[in-house]
């Protein structure tokens, strides 16, 4: 079998975000440490990070750049990425080589899949030969990241190609069609209050497994229209809330051979407790005026949603606002750490 491992939404920070201890930086890493073991132990052919590598879009130190430099350069396999809203700056997909994911892919340590990549395979348990008959034939496809990747299912869906167009091994025969997205990927019928992609709106003809990040809570792992869609969650718990409070880390393992396909669930032990890594809010005695009662509210209009993403609020607040507005507020709430 050729093994994929799947890494959502690092969001590797230098400091914790609001809410979160100064574990939260250790945190991260234990946790990559232990994913790049199992890249290890279990032969991965590919990792695969599906965006949101960093957290900070600003003010990320050279020495943490550095480690995960040296952490991917000792990771076993093809390390494929997409970018983020979180590995971007305004400039969107045009900020990537002066941005830390930037880095790292002119380090060469991680792949950027920019466009369609097809990959082939030996499947050794089988035979050891280059036998057509025996090996895994991928094509991966990618979303990557920009503002408007939620108003359309059309971003998630992919042109499968029948057989592989160029190069060395023209001709055979795609086995797998795999898109790696990031975006606001959800299951049929529950509703949101902000853009999202249903799952059953993605136009899944010719495609075979999605991969994506960006949700930061576990979507699961869902079958529909003939597709496999899996999202195991962030490995960065970045928000204080009831549903990381609750978590239980894990990673997502694709194993395909020519005709069959598992997922795998692989625990993630170092994962610190969340009772380490949340800061517990002590009660305040403060005197609750009209007027604060009156601000807070008109706050919560905006925030209440049921994930209180950058994205979501900025969603709800809808076309009407003026562009550099939206810009002041993004800048205003990443700067306050409100970036989940
Ligand atoms: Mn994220």
């Known amino acids: 079998m050729i093994r994929i491992l799947v890494v959502n939404d690092v969001h590797l920070a230098a400091s914790p975000p609001m809410g979160c201890t100064s574990l939260y ?19 991965c052919a590919y990792t695969v990070f599906t965006g949101d590598f960093w957290h900070s879009k600003r003010n990320v130190p050279h020495g943490l750049v550095r480690w995960a430099i040296d952490l991917l350069q000792d990771w076993p396999g093809r390390k494929l990425a997409i970018v983020g809203n979180h590995d971007l700056s305004f400039n969107g997909q045009a900020s990537v080589p002066s941005q ?28 050891d030969e280059d036998d ?5 034939c991928i094509q991966w496809s990618p979303a990557n990241y920009r503002d ?30 795999i898109k790696v997205a990031h975006g606001t990927i959800t299951v049929p019928g529950k509703p949101y209050p902000f853009h999202i992609v249903p799952m059953d709106t993605i ?17 699961g792992i869902h079958d529909v229209n003939g597709c496999t869609f899996a999202c195991l969650g962030s490995l960065g718990r970045t928000q204080h809330n009831d ?28 994962a610190a407790p969340a009772s380490e890594l949340f800061l517990t809010k002590a009660g305040v005695d403060v005197e609750v005026t009209k007027s604060m009662r009156r601000f807070v509210r008109s706050i919560e209009e905006v925030i209440s949603l049921e994930e209180g993403s950058l994205d979501a609020v900025l969603a709800k607040l809808g076309d009407g606002v003026d562009d550099r507005a939206k810009r002041r507020l993004i800048d205003y709430l990443d700067k306050a750490g409100f970036n989940g």
Not at 153 to 173: D, H, Q, T, V, Y
């Open 148 to 177: 408007d990747i939620d108003h359309n299912p059309w971003n998630f869906g992919l042109e499968r190609a029948e057989i592989i167009p160029s190069g060395e091994f023209k001709g055979r025969k795609i086995d797998w069609a």
């Open 132 to 136: 057509p008959r025996d090996t895994v």
């Open 25 to 43: 930086p250790d945190d991260i890493k234990n946790m990559l440490v232990e994913a790049r073991q199992y890249a290890r132990d279990n032969e």
């Open 243 to 270: 549903e990381n409070e609750h978590r239980v880390m894990r990673l997502l393992q694709v194993q395909l051979g020519k005709n069959e396909v598992f997922f795998d669930e692989l625990p993630l032990g170092s």
């Open 100 to 127: 830390p994911i930037g880095v790292l892919f002119q380090a060469g340590v991680l792949e950027w899949l920019q466009e369609d990549l097809f990959t082939i395979d030996c499947d050794e348990e089988i035979n």
């Open 203 to 219: 136009p899944t003809e010719g495609m075979d497994i999605c991969l994506f990040g960006h949700p930061h809570f576990d979507v």
